[in-house]
């Protein structure tokens, strides 16, 4: 790997406070740095504030859709936080979607800094748009379209995908996508570099729309997750032959992930193992 890398991570990184919000999207055109290795970290010894890059995370699949992601500067968030997934300290941000109870809670741990609820909350609220920062983590939100379980009509911003900005790696969690993707959506998620994909095959989407939208969204590294069983893993790995896709088995549920180190080729790890729960 070049010398310059370290110097051009931290050139990008003071560019980023520098210009401000736009930083939070990872933009299509920054250029691909590293190789193709993936670290593997473990729960005990999280060295990310050693680490060489200021665009690194470590990422614990905790259960359901539920990741943790700790951050360099020792920023923790939690997707799909419901109050029950997670472990240790309390995370500083939590992000929820309200398909299920098993996405969200309604009592979360106090002191958390922030609490991001993907659907409209609020009375008068037409969407969830969230934009925070807590050191060197960015968080926003893209919203999409659910279903009603009831009438199985569509309830507008009724989900979001969110996007967790360390430095220039961009990690996305998809929530509970119940279609695809328009341009306006993909134009607001920018480059994804982490794809945190559900595979149930169908409380969210089939597993060839879901296919799809990983086409669409060009990520290098695809995590799956929503998911109960090794069938499920089996036939996500047959639809994403197409893709030309390597599947990785960690022993582990926890990776170590940094910017100049992504594969060039995409890469499916399955962090959740057999049963994903």
Known sequence: MSHR???LALLATAFAFLTGPTWARCSANVSMLGNDGVQLASLDRL???NGPSPSRAVITFLGHSSYQIDTPQ????ITDYNGVNGFGRKPDIVTMNNAHSTHFTDDPEEGITYVLRGWPSKPGESEAKYDVQLK????????????DWGGQSARIN????????????CIAHLGHLHHR???EHLEELGR????????????TMGMPLMVDVIKQIQPKIVLPMHYWGRAQVNRFETLMAELDADFVWPDRRTIEVAREELPE?????????NGGD
Do not use: E, H, Q
């Open 5 to 7: 890398l370290p110097f």
């Open 47 to 49: 060295r990310l504030a």
């Open 74 to 77: 020792g920023v923790r968030a």
């Open 136 to 147: 060197d983590m960015k968080v926003w939100n893209v919203p999409t379209n659910a279903r």
């Open 158 to 169: 009724g989900n979001s995908i969110f996007i967790y900005a360390i430095a220039d790696l």
């Open 181 to 183: 993707l328009t341009k």
């Open 192 to 203: 994804i570099d982490v794809l945190m994909v559900p595979i149930d095959g169908a409380y």
């Open 265 to 273: 080729k995409l890469t499916v790890m399955v962090v959740g193992g």
